[in-house]
């Protein structure tokens, strides 16, 4: 009868053990994003006869904006598209598409919202 206490016992450590290692063992790293904004329209351009895209990433603290302007012998979605190519190719894929109001001077448009996985 005692074999079978202490048995009994160090299956409970046993199970003891195992159910500790479980709890405290690593846990994943949750995935970090990083987020942009494509929009129509250039922040402070004051030409309207300069058209283009704003590709903005969210940052800490701010935004880091960098513009995609049409060049003069460009015709409709020439800079969207070559903002697309741009970012594409830097590992940003589309998470989804809004349609743009008219709001503080910018034109309407859609907006595009990207994400990638962070470093």
């Known amino acids: 009868m005692r074999t079978k206490a202490i048995g009994f016992a160090s299956l409970a ?8 290692a479980t709890l405290t063992a690593k846990q ?7 987020y942009l904004v494509l ?6 351009n004051l030409d309207t006869t300069q058209h283009g895209y704003e ?11 960098r513009p995609f302007r049409s ?3 460009e015709f409709g979605d020439d800079a969207l598209r070559r903002a697309l190519a741009t970012i594409g190719a830097e590992g ?3 998470v989804s598409v809004l349609e743009q109001p008219q ?17």
């Open 55 to 65: 590709a903005c990433e969210a940052k800490n603290a701010e935004w880091t904006c």
């Open 103 to 119: 709001n503080q001077g910018y034109p309407v448009g859609r907006t595009y919202l990207l994400k990638r996985p962070g470093s």
């Open 28 to 34: 994943p790293t949750p995935r970090r994003w990083e």
């Open 92 to 94: 940003w894929e589309l």
């Open 13 to 20: 450590l046993a199970a003891v053990v195992l159910a500790v």
């Open 39 to 44: 929009s129509p329209g250039l922040r402070g």
């Open 71 to 73: 060049l003069p012998t």
